[in-house]
């Protein structure tokens, strides 16, 4: 953990001074790589320290504290651009993360014990495993990204190499699950059936949800002309609404199980809906105060369900599982979350673009798109394609539920 979040300081740095955007590519890349090492390890600390009844607790409070650092995070980068200008504002973003991260290394020495770590996985990493994963979810997410723009049809063509990758990262990851050679994807924990579900249901969800702020950032400032401040605290209300939904739901997770998972994935579902029709029922209004106060309301809620959603399926999907592998299942169950965040964020963030096909942009801060109806028309769509994920994790949640009160 430690050295993930050392790592991740270190790029964050890296990315506040590059000097081309190559540079910054390249240490983007690299903050990734340690930022995705950190959270597998919160949740396999969880799940062998944490008893089984007191886990959905215990994930609960991880979301506040996830979910607060959603809400506010925008928000303090919104100020720091603001305060440091165009050129030097962006690159604050990325220099606060450097005492924040110290910080955290200081107190994770202080408060989290140590623990060897298991034999079989001591001092090796599956490289070869992550660049089969990384190249063939590229061969699947650059296709859709493109499909859009003028000769992008050939780019249809990466599917069939993609798959073909995708099948020798399994193959792959089959020969070191048997040869116990610490496999990125571990493939026992796929004889344990809450698990299978849990992941399934996390890449579902997560093509859903994710991809919601995108494209409202999208609609504010490209449609509306909003500065990036008054996008951060237009997304704040989704962001705070998980505040409250994550401990709330961890915190009766362990005895409801999945029907508090279909309820929230349908009132979801339904606010999506109702967040849809909230934007169509105005589609010219471009004041900032009146947008973010008309969306307020259904962005609360939508937090609210959002957060009663992903901690609590964290909790399910890990509650079998071995609390020795539990590093290695809450990793695959991050993967899971980033898979579906990829493709949500990339097929909402399409749909979205395509639809403003010819449609010129904002100028800028205060200067609204000159057809801001045709940005709502495509926030619309972009929601509908959100119901449409949402909506398949509703049919698996209640496929579940019916499977358990049959046994």
Known sequence: FTIAVLGFVLASAAVGLAPTPEVLIAARVVQGLFGGMIGPQVSGFIQSVFPAGERGRAFGRLGLTVGAGTALGPVVAGLLIAAGGEDVGWRLVFFINVPIGIAAVLLARRWVPPDAP??????????????????????????????????????????VPAAIVLAG?????????????????????????????GVVFAVVFFCSNTGIPLVLALYYQDGLGFSALQSALGVTAYAVGTVFGAPLAGRFISRVGRPLLLVAVGV??????????????????????????????????LGIAGGSIVT?????????????????????????????????????????????????????????????GAFSAALTVALAVSVVFSGAALVLSAIEVRRNRSR
Request: aromatic share 4%; net charge neutral; proline share 7%.
């Open 118 to 159: 298991a034999a079989a996985a001591a001092g090796r990493l599956d490289l070869l495993g992550a660049a089969l994963l990384g190249a063939g979810l590229f061969g699947i997410l650059f296709p859709i990204v493109e499909s859009g723009q003028a000769g992008g049809a050939p780019a249809l063509l990466l599917l």
């Open 312 to 372: 609590p399926n964290q909790t399910l999907t890990l509650a079998e599982v071995d609390p020795v592998r539990g590093g290695v299942a809450g990793g695959v169950v991050q993967t899971a979350q980033r898979v579906g965040s990829s493709i949500g964020q990339t097929v909402l963030g399409t749909a979205f673009v395509l639809v403003l096909t010819g449609v010129p942009r904002a100028a800028g801060p205060g200067s609204p798109a000159a057809d801001p």
């Open 268 to 301: 979801f579902t339904l606010v999506t809906v109702l967040l849809g029709v909230v934007v169509h029922a105005a589609p010219d209004e471009t004041d900032p105060a009146a947008v973010i106060l008309r969306l307020c309301l259904p962005l609360l809620v």
């Open 169 to 197: 990262f399994i193959r792959h990851e089959a020969r070191l699950t048997r040869a116990d050679a610490a496999p990125l994807l571990d493939l026992r924990l796929f004889r344990v059936r809450s698990f299978v579900t």
